[in-house]
């Protein structure tokens, strides 16, 4: 098994890098993930942290007040990702702005949490499960594609309320999300290239009418 796994990702690798031309840079000039505007919200979230690791001893206070002078005047969000790198695991981050191809090779990999979901996003499941949570999630486009090769595996998809998940194959577009959005709601396109492979959304539950 470790042995088909290792070449999986090799093959997933070529794959995505083949591809991936078409994800440097915005061809539309939308800014990059680090560019993205901050919100209150956003170095809220970092304070916490550093208020946490002073708290345990990992802070000093004078580093403690340097570090929230710096997340309090932050503009981007570039700003704001490098200052908890040292405090906290990768996986652990309060903000991702890893762009990278998602791959699931015989294992189960996800993304979700407070991350910056690029304009095109390349997915690989082979034998495996990709899960990509957009509930807290930030969009650098109106419309974000996402080029899935499934191979036996299957493409997850978590989304809040307005979020709107269609999936085109070679000879038709089928709406996956049931509830309905808005006109001008974000859209998410899944571009499938499938071998036996699913693609599912998890939608949050309907509201209930007032009568």
Do not use: C
């Not at 991702?96 to 304009?119: M, T």
């Not at 089928?174 to 571009?191: D, H, I, N, S, Y």
């Amino acid at each position: 098994m470790p042995r088909l796994q290792e070449v999986g990702e090799r093959l997933a690798e070529e794959w995505t890098s083949a591809r991936r031309g078409a994800q440097n840079g915005s061809p539309d000039g939308s800014p990059q993930p680090h560019e993205l505007r901050a919100s209150d919200a956003d170095r809220e979230r970092i304070a916490q942290v550093l208020q946490d690791a002073h708290a345990d001893g990992r802070l000093m206070l004078d580093e403690l007040e340097e570090r929230l002078t710096i997340v309090y005047s932050a503009r981007t969000l570039g700003e704001l990702a490098h200052v908890t790198a040292d405090l906290l695991p990768a996986e652990e981050q309060p903000l991702n702005l890893d762009g990278r191809p998602v791959s699931a090779i015989f294992k189960k990999e996800q993304r979700g949490g407070r991350w910056v979901v690029p304009a095109e996003l390349t997915v690989t499941a082979m034998f495996g499960t990709t899960k990509l949570d957009l509930r807290d999630a930030i969009l650098q486009n109106r419309r974000i594609i996402i080029n899935a090769t499934l191979v036996f595996g299957g493409l997850e998809i978590h989304v809040p309320e307005g979020l709107e998940v269609i999936r085109v194959t070679k000879d038709k577009t089928a709406r996956l999300t049931k509830q309905p959005t808005e006109p001008g709601a974000p859209v998410v396109e899944v571009r499938t290239t499938n071998f036996a492979g699913e693609v599912k959304v998890k939608e949050p539950p309907r509201r209930k009418r007032r009568r």
